[in-house]
């Protein structure tokens, strides 16, 4: 099944599906890149590994133990408790522990001599929420932004800080927009490209910078998203009935309601 919105899918949003959607999204924007990157460029995807705080995991033991008590009608019934010291309550044992996260980006190389011409990242829930993978994730951003390297930043998500470059530090220069992709180049230090972009709007044709002065390659980030869309099998995850697991304008729930209905999916 083709995706069904023009633009972005917001039900791909999902932040239990969102892993396996930037997996597959970084994994086909380096494919449709690399038929013009070489011989002279080629893309690699990395990773950026880190920690996330301590995440609550209950021990399905305790739930069942806690479900085999006694019947509501066995409490009715029990003798009055004697009046003195009560006794220990019972606690509920919460087992917390770190959990390492995976998040895939985007490397330009030279082939030559192997050097980062360009980065491009897609942020995900844990670099636009307070905590270790944000923590990162702004750092290196701002060491790319001081060094002689090309970013390219993506960010097709709603809900969360943001993060993005431009987005942090706009000061009400932008639009308000859905989503949001940016730019930045060594030789334009203080200027940023900067792509604003409604729900209701087809994902843009972009530029990516390389060296100077070799000429930016293009990104179709529309037909990458379809490709990913329609290779991952998301239509038979999504429940198109109920609404997604993201946030929406009353603007943007009509609109998304009223395009399922065309398309007979409600």
Request: net charge negative; with cysteine.
């Amino acid at each position: 099944m083709a995706n069904p919105f023009p633009g972005m899918n917001p039900y791909l949003e999902d932040p239990n599906e969102w892993g396996d959607v930037h997996t597959s999204l970084m994994t086909y924007i380096r494919d449709a890149l690399q038929p013009h990157l070489v011989p002279k460029y080629v893309a690699r995807l990395n990773e950026r590994v880190y920690t996330s705080p301590w995440q609550a995991r209950i021990p399905d033991v305790l739930i069942i133990e806690r479900q085999a008590r006694e019947k509501r009608e066995a409490y009715a019934l029990a003798l009055p408790v004697e009046t003195g010291d009560p006794p220990f309550a019972e606690p509920l044992y919460v087992l917390m522990s770190p959990v390492e996260e995976r998040e895939a980006f985007i490397e330009i190389r030279r082939a030559e001599d192997d050097h980062v011409v360009t980065v491009i990242e897609l942020s995900s829930p844990t670099n636009k929420t307070s905590g270790e993978g944000r923590k990162q994730y702004v750092r290196k951003q701002r060491e790319l932004i001081e060094s002689e390297t090309n970013l390219v930043e993506i960010d097709l998500l709603a809900l969360g800080k943001p993060t993005l470059a431009v987005a942090r530090n706009r000061q009400g220069t932008l639009p308000p927009c859905r989503y949001l992709i940016d730019a930045h180049r060594p030789s334009k230090r203080y200027l940023f490209e900067a792509y604003p972009i409604p729900l209701q709007e087809v994902l843009p044709k972009i530029r990516i910078p390389l060296n100077e002065p070799d000429q930016d390659v293009s990104l179709n980030l529309q037909s990458t998203l379809n490709r990913a869309y329609e290779n991952g099998g998301y239509d038979s995850l999504i429940d198109y009935h109920a609404p997604p697991r993201t946030l929406l304008s009353a603007a943007e729930a009509q609109w998304v309601d009223e395009l399922l209905r065309e398309k007979k999916l409600r």
